[in-house]
C-alpha cells in the first residue's frame, strides 16, 4: 500500500489530498476527503490528517471490516476504528456489551457510519426494538453517501418487503464478497429454505480470518444449510472448522453432534453428549433452554432415543438445582427452561404448572411470551382439550404483529397437533420467509403435515 497525497492553494486555505494504491497493481483503494486549513496554519489539520490515513489503512487491511473498503465510503479515523474493533472483539461473545464500544466509535467519528450499524443489529438480535430503531432513525437523519455500501444497509434497514430486502442483500454480496452482506444473503436465502444458494453465499466468508471468528450465528446457518440437504459429511468437516476456532461452545457441540447423527455414528455421539451436557450446564438452565431442546429433537429426529433421555435428564436436573438457589431476576426464565423440559419429558400436567406460572412474567421479551402460551396450548391440544387449544391458538394469533414468525410456528404447531392441517399449513405459508426450516424435521409436534403435500413442497430443500 502506497499513501501519496498533494497540497494545493486556494486563497489563504490549503487543500490536502490523499489516495491509498494498491501496488504493484495500482488500484486506488481509498481516497480521502479533502482536509483544509488555513495557510496561516498549515499544520493545523496534522493529526485529523494523520487519523484518516491510519484509519484508511486499518479498514484496508484488516478483514474484519471488509464492509468498508469500497472507495465510496468515507474511512474513519484511527480512534474510532479501535473503538469500533473493541466492539466486534465483544459481538461475537456478548453482544449486548458490544453497543457501548460502537456508540463511542460513532461519537469520536459522526462519519463513520458502520458502528452505528452494528449497534442496530445488535439492538435488532436482543429484541430491543424501540433502541433498533432509534438508531435507523438517527442514520437516516444523517445519510451515509449516495451509493455506498452504508446508504445500502440504510435501505436493508428501512424497507419492509422481504423481497426487496433479498435483492439489496445479495446487491451488497456482489460489491463486497465474505463480508456480512454474503452472511446475511445467505440467511435470506436459508429462510426461503434455498439452501444450496445460501450455502454458496456462506462459503465465501473467511470465517478463520474475518468478522465471523468466533461468531456462532454464521455456523448455525451454515451448518443446518448442509444438513437440510442431508450431505451431514460436509456438515461434520465445516463444524470441525468452527470447533478449531472455538472447542468450548456448547452450540457448535450440538452442531458436531447433530452431523454425527446424521450420519449414523451412534457410538461418537454418546462419547460426544457428556461434553456437550458439561458446557451447557456451565451456561445455566436459564440461557441454555434452546440449546437443550434442539439437540433433544435433533437427536429424537435421527432415533437416538438413550441421547435424548441424557440431555433431558441433564436439562431437568440443572434448572431443578438452580430454582432451589434464593430468588433472583432470572427466577421466570429459569421457570421457563424446566417448563420446556418437562413438556419434552412428557410430563405434560407438571409443565403446565411451572408455565402458567411464567406467563405474564417476561414483560420485556414478547417472543417468548408468544413461546409460553403457545406451549401451554400444545399441552392442552395433547390432553384432548380442544376448547382450550382454540383459545390459545387464538392468543397467539392476535400476537402476530408482534413477532409474525414465531406467531405462525406456535398456531401451526398447536393446529397440527389438532388434526388441523390446513389451518396450520396456512399459518406456516403466511410467514414462509422467516420460518426455521430445522423445526419441521425433526419437532413431532407438526407430524401431522409431514405427509400433507402443500407443507412438503414448502418446506423441502430447494
Given at each position: 500500500m502506497v499513501v501519496a497525497g498533494a497540497i494545493m492553494r486556494q486563497g489563504e486555505t490549503l487543500v490536502i489530498t490523499t489516495q491509498i494504491t494498491e501496488y504493484p497493481s495500482r488500484r486506488i483503494v481509498s481516497s480521502l476527503q479533502p482536509i483544509l486549513t488555513p495557510v496561516s496554519e498549515p499544520l493545523g489539520q496534522a493529526n485529523e490528517l494523520r487519523e484518516r490515513i491510519a484509519g484508511a489503512l486499518a479498514v484496508v487491511v484488516d478483514r474484519r471490516v471488509a464492509s468498508i473498503t469500497l472507495p465510496s465510503s468515507r474511512p474513519p479515523t484511527y480512534p474510532a476504528y479501535q473503538q469500533f474493533v473493541l466492539g466486534r472483539q465483544r459481538y461475537s461473545r456478548d453482544e449486548h456489551a458490544s453497543i457501548v464500544f460502537f456508540e463511542r466509535a460513532s461519537a469520536l467519528d459522526t462519519t463513520f457510519v458502520l458502528p452505528m450499524v452494528w449497534a442496530a443489529f445488535a439492538y435488532g438480535n436482543g429484541r430491543r426494538v424501540a433502541k433498533r430503531d432509534s438508531v435507523i432513525r438517527l442514520l437516516s437523519r444523517r445519510p451515509p453517501p449516495s451509493g455506498s455500501l452504508e446508504a445500502l444497509q440504510l435501505q436493508d434497514f428501512l424497507t419492509k418487503d422481504p423481497e426487496e430486502r433479498l435483492q439489496i442483500r445479495l446487491r451488497g454480496a456482489a460489491r463486497s464478497p465474505g463480508s456480512t452482506w454474503s452472511n446475511n444473503a445467505g440467511v435470506e436465502l436459508h429462510d426461503r429454505i434455498r439452501m444450496r444458494e445460501a450455502i454458496k453465499y456462506y462459503e465465501q466468508v473467511d470465517v478463520e480470518h474475518s468478522w465471523a471468528r468466533g461468531w456462532s450465528p454464521y455456523w448455525l446457518y451454515f451448518s443446518r444449510a448442509w444438513h437440510a440437504i442431508g450431505d451431514y459429511e460436509r456438515e461434520y468437516r465445516s463444524v470441525q472448522r468452527g470447533l478449531a476456532i472455538d472447542p468450548d461452545s456448547p452450540l457448535l457441540r450440538l452442531i458436531e453432534i447433530r452431523a454425527l447423527a446424521g450420519l449414523g455414528r451412534t457410538a461418537e455421539v454418546h462419547a460426544r453428549m457428556s461434553a456437550f451436557v458439561t458446557l451447557t450446564e456451565s451456561g445455566g438452565c436459564a440461557s441454555n433452554w434452546q440449546t437443550y431442546e434442539q439437540g433433544a429433537l435433533e437427536l429424537q429426529a435421527h432415533g437416538d432415543s438413550a441421547a435424548v433421555g441424557m440431555v433431558i435428564r441433564s436439562w431437568l436436573s440443572l434448572c431443578q438445582r438452580e430454582l432451589a438457589e434464593p430468588a433472583d431476576s432470572l427466577t421466570s426464565r429459569r421457570r421457563r427452561s424446566l417448563g420446556m423440559a418437562l413438556y419434552r419429558a412428557g410430563l405434560l400436567d407438571s409443565a403446565q404448572r411451572v408455565l402458567?406460572?411464567?406467563?405474564?412474567?417476561?414483560?420485556?421479551?414478547?417472543?417468548?411470551?408468544?413461546?409460553?402460551?403457545?406451549?401451554?396450548?400444545?399441552?392442552?391440544?395433547?390432553?384432548?382439550?380442544?376448547?382450550?387449544?382454540?383459545?390459545?391458538?387464538?392468543?397467539?394469533?392476535?400476537?402476530?404483529?408482534?413477532?409474525?414468525?414465531?406467531?405462525?410456528?406456535?398456531?401451526?404447531?398447536?393446529?397440527?397437533?389438532?388434526?388441523?392441517?390446513?389451518?396450520?399449513?396456512?399459518?406456516?405459508?403466511?410467514?414462509?420467509?422467516?420460518?426455521?426450516?430445522?423445526?419441521?424435521?425433526?419437532?413431532?409436534?407438526?407430524?401431522?403435515?409431514?405427509?400433507?403435500?402443500?407443507?412438503?413442497?414448502?418446506?423441502?430443500?430447494?
Open positions: 402458567e406460572r411464567v406467563s405474564g412474567q417476561l414483560p420485556d421479551d414478547p417472543a417468548g411470551e408468544l413461546v409460553v402460551r403457545g406451549r401451554i396450548g400444545r399441552i392442552t391440544a395433547r390432553r384432548g382439550d380442544r376448547v382450550g387449544a382454540e383459545r390459545e391458538m387464538r392468543t397467539v394469533f392476535t400476537s402476530r404483529d408482534r413477532d409474525r414468525d414465531v406467531s405462525a410456528m406456535q398456531f401451526a404447531a398447536i393446529a397440527s397437533l389438532l388434526g388441523e392441517r390446513v389451518r396450520a399449513f396456512r399459518a406456516l405459508e403466511s410467514a414462509s420467509t422467516v420460518l426455521p426450516y430445522a423445526r419441521f424435521h425433526r419437532d413431532r409436534d407438526y407430524a401431522n403435515l409431514w405427509s400433507y403435500p402443500p407443507f412438503v413442497a414448502l418446506a423441502t430443500s430447494k
